[in-house]
Nanobody, 127 residues
Framework: HVQLVESGGGSVQAGGSLTLSCAVP????????IGWFRQVPGKEREGVAA????????YYADSVKGRFTISQDNAKNTVYLQVNSLKPEDTAMYYC?????????????????????WGQGTQVTVS
């Protein structure tokens, strides 16, 4: 099965930053929408950011606006999430996900059920 691969997580102090990477297989990169989600044990998976591959329009959860930046490098088939000014409440497993081929972000992050391709996650811990 096609699967995205996240990397770049780690343990940082509050106020620190990380750059998370999502390697997207070419067949998955036919999607028009890739998002980042995060989840902690016992809680619902939360949308963080999304990007329209065609056009580059971005969307962010209110909790991360001004601190997180999603971007893409189409030549490398990679989507990034730069996480700055980290807070302890940002601690979570971060997942990259893609909607089905040909699908768009529909004007926002959407819900996790609208994304069909997922990675295994990369852990971000803020203390």
């Amino acid at each position: 099965h096609v699967q995205l691969v996240e990397s770049g997580g780690g343990s940082v102090q509050a106020g620190g930053s990380l750059t998370l990477s999502c390697a997207v297989p070419r067949n998955t990169y036919t999607t028009n929408c890739i998002g980042w989600f995060r989840q902690v044990p016992g809680k619902e998976r939360e949308g963080v950011a999304a990007i329209m591959i065609l056009g580059g329009t971005t969307y962010y959860a209110d909790s991360v606006k001004g601190r997180f930046t999603i971007s893409q490098d189409n030549a490398k088939n990679t989507v990034y999430l730069q996480v700055n000014s980290l807070k302890p409440e940002d601690t979570a497993m971060y997942y990259c996900a893609a909607r089905a081929s040909g699908w768009f972000c529909d004007g926002g992050l959407g819900t996790s059920s609208e994304y069909v391709h997922w990675g295994q996650g990369t852990q971000v811990t803020v203390s």
